[in-house]
């Protein structure tokens, strides 16, 4: 997945010293935005229709929620590699 890429690069950076190839950060306010569109549409989505797909509906709020953390994740460890002393 998306931010699970993410974190491979970040942890692999953290770990090796290297420069992720990637902009974590860029793309960790990219999952935010995307945590925050799916929030809203679902919301608009059981503002219409309350009886339906509760359920399925917490559900994939609580799954966006999680790969939002997961891209919190790995800008911290991008930020830890950058501290880190060389190898």
Same mark, same amino acid.
């Given at each position: ?31 935010? %935005?995307?945590?925050?569109? %799916? +929030? ?8 219409l229709n309350p009886q339906q ?9 609580s799954i966006i929620h999680d %790969?939002? +953390? ?6 911290s460890l991008s930020e830890l ?5 060389? %190898?």
């Amino acid at each position: 997945s998306f931010a699970q890429a993410r974190f491979e690069a970040a942890s692999r950076a953290f770990l090796t010293g290297e420069t992720p190839e990637i902009d974590i950060a860029k793309q960790d306010q990219d999952i935010n %935005v995307g945590e925050r569109l %799916v +929030r809203r549409l679902v919301l608009e989505h059981l503002a219409l229709n309350p009886q339906q797909d509760l359920p399925a509906s917490l559900a994939l709020i609580s799954i966006i929620h999680d %790969v939002e +953390r997961i891209g919190d994740y790995a800008k911290s460890l991008s930020e830890l590699a950058l501290l880190r002393p060389p %190898v």
